[in-house]
């Protein structure tokens, strides 16, 4: 059986407890900008939030590229989102690569030159690259002023955040 049947046969039975009431239009307090890396899928309970409360975006290398940014519009202008969290994490895997390696080999394995993507946004500084993906957000016209973006970093190994400077000093302030 692949994982997909396998899930789908354990969501036949697991639904029949679902709770209707979460089919509600959403009404998230905070979006949540983080990586698609499994360490990171028991991030909002370790914040002590409430499903219901959090628009969780996800992707790989918790980059705000133009997708992030048409979400966390909709999120604050539609939704009524008030803050803006972005949380990286150390021992990234894009920190293991630079994107024009990997961009050759797959040249080479494949014989092929795609258009997309055009960047794979590897990185090898996480607070570095913290502090760019909450520039890029705050940076666009379209996210009002008045929402606070801040950026973390969670450590994969205690399951503790830290918050990152905007201005390049991490500070001190964990399980913020």
């Given at each position: 059986?692949s994982?997909?049947?396998?899930a789908?046969?354990?969501?036949?039975?697991?639904?029949?407890?679902?709770?209707?009431?979460?089919?509600?239009?959403?009404?998230?307090?905070?979006?949540?900008?983080?990586?698609?890396?499994?360490r990171?899928?028991?991030?909002?309970?370790?914040?002590?939030?409430?499903?219901?409360?959090?628009?969780?975006?996800?992707?790989?290398?918790?980059?705000?590229d133009?997708?992030?940014?048409?979400?966390?519009?909709?999120?604050?202008?539609?939704?009524?989102?008030?803050?803006?969290?972005?949380?990286?994490?150390?021992e990234?895997?894009?920190t293991?690569?630079?994107?024009?390696?990997?961009?050759?080999?797959?040249?080479?394995?494949?014989?092929?030159?795609?258009?997309?993507?055009?960047?794979f946004?590897?990185?090898?500084?996480?607070?570095?690259?913290?502090?760019?993906?909450?520039?890029k957000?705050?940076?666009h016209?379209?996210?009002?002023?008045?929402?606070?973006?801040?950026?973390?970093?969670?450590?994969v190994?205690?399951?503790?955040?830290t918050?990152?400077?905007a201005?390049?000093?991490?500070?001190?302030?964990?399980?913020?």
């Amino acid at each position: 059986m692949s994982i997909i049947d396998g899930a789908l046969a354990a969501n036949s039975t697991l639904a029949d407890g679902y709770d209707p009431a979460l089919g509600a239009l959403p009404h998230p307090k905070i979006a949540v900008v983080t990586c698609a890396d499994p360490r990171l899928t028991s991030v909002v309970r370790l914040m002590g939030l409430p499903d219901a409360d959090v628009d969780l975006i996800r992707n790989v290398g918790t980059v705000v590229d133009d997708d992030v940014v048409r979400s966390l519009i909709i999120s604050t202008r539609v939704l009524g989102t008030r803050e803006i969290m972005i949380i990286n994490h150390n021992e990234c895997g894009l920190t293991a690569f630079s994107g024009d390696e990997l961009a050759a080999k797959l040249r080479d394995e494949t014989g092929s030159e795609p258009v997309a993507p055009a960047t794979f946004y590897s990185f090898t500084d996480v607070e570095q690259n913290t502090r760019e993906q909450m520039l890029k957000a705050r940076s666009h016209p379209w996210i009002a002023a008045d929402i606070p973006v801040r950026g973390f970093v969670f450590d994969v190994h205690t399951g503790r955040l830290t918050e990152v400077s905007a201005q390049g000093d991490a500070s001190s302030q964990t399980g913020a």
